[in-house]
């Protein structure tokens, strides 16, 4: 394969040993070829004047100028996707890479370790795989379109003109309040009141999440179950950043959680999170034969057979198809169904395929969908 056909990665990281360690992965992978390297931000800032990598691998804490007004200032400037790649999982660090992702980064996962060590090859495949997925994201701001529309069942998603691309990217920002009317069409209230929220998301996920969990009131009436696709170890950082966000108490889901009202429940990693027939959280740890674990699917699938249509199902913007079926099991339970719109969303993957195997009944902005949920309780 010629470079041209190749991913371009420009790597962000302020020791040379590791850019080198980096780059020799990178360049290890057939599809893949480092184009450039930066020792911190303002020298990737630079290197973007006259490189146009496909993506770029962005350490969080450098010297000069970090990662996070790295991040600010390239999708700003020069927008490009961002995969936040660190190397300690300090609490810091952390809350510096969720920073980045609200600003614009597409996803972060940690550094692999050396050869030697035994986590190193999953370590590497997760970084590769996140690097090579999040390549394909086009990072373009679109204006939000307002308008909640009833999805066609069993169609092909709407499709809207697409707005010229814009300078910038998606505003990220999360708002401290919802929009003050949902507008769902008439009827839409279900007429049995939904006990609990279950909500799937990936890409551009956890900004999202952000938005809409912080526009729930503190007493919020029911229990919030939660899939984000995400490296493993970053979801306790995840879990913090969220309920430091929101009026909502958000935390890690366990093993035999009752669900409370006004409390988020996150799918921890490598195990499917679901409900069981007492309410109560189960996990579930043979990945069988889904792509994520947490798979979104799993979860929507549960809360089908344990509330039928006292449930409320969302997807938010990610990459792939995961949490679709799941949601059209929902659907044909009778729950009401949301998916973000696709002008809102940073990848649009998800919740058109929601709407294409009729699994969605509301189409609804990100800004829109805080409010909507309460206006269907």
Known sequence: MNDSNKIGVLI????????????DLIDGEPDMHVIGEAGDGAE????????KPDVISMDISMPAMDGL???????????????????????????????ALQAGALAAVEKPPGSAHPDFEA????MITTIRLMAKVRVVRRRPSGIIRVARPGGA????????????PVDREPRSQPAAVAQL??????LKRPQVAALGASAGGPAALVQVLSGLPKDFPIPVLVVQHLAHDFLPGLARWLDQSSQLEVRLAE??????????????????MTVDMSRRVHMVHTRGAHRHQPSATVLFESVARVYGEAAIGVILTGMGDDGAAGLRAMCDAGAPTLVQD???????????????????RYIVPLESLAAAIQELL
Do not use: W
């Open 12 to 23: 962000v990281e302020d020791s040379l040993v590791t850019r080198r360690f980096l780059a």
């Open 44 to 51: 990737a800032l630079h290197l973007l004047n006259g490189l």
């Open 69 to 99: 007004e790295a991040t600010r200032r390239i999708m700003a400037e020069h927008p490009t996707p961002i995969v936040v790649v660190s190397a300690t999982l300090q609490k810091k660090d952390v809350d510096l890479a969720f920073e």
């Open 123 to 126: 370590k590497r495949g997760e």
């Open 157 to 168: 998603p709407p499709a809207p003109p697409r707005p010229a691309p814009l300078a910038l």
């Open 185 to 190: 069409p008439p009827g839409a209230k279900p």
């Open 255 to 272: 093993e035999g959680d009752r669900l409370r009202a006004g409390v988020v429940y996150l799918a921890p990693g490598h195990a499917h």
């Open 342 to 360: 696709e002008q809102s969303c940073v990848v649009f993957g998800m919740p058109a395929a929601a709407i294409a195997c009729g699994a969605a």
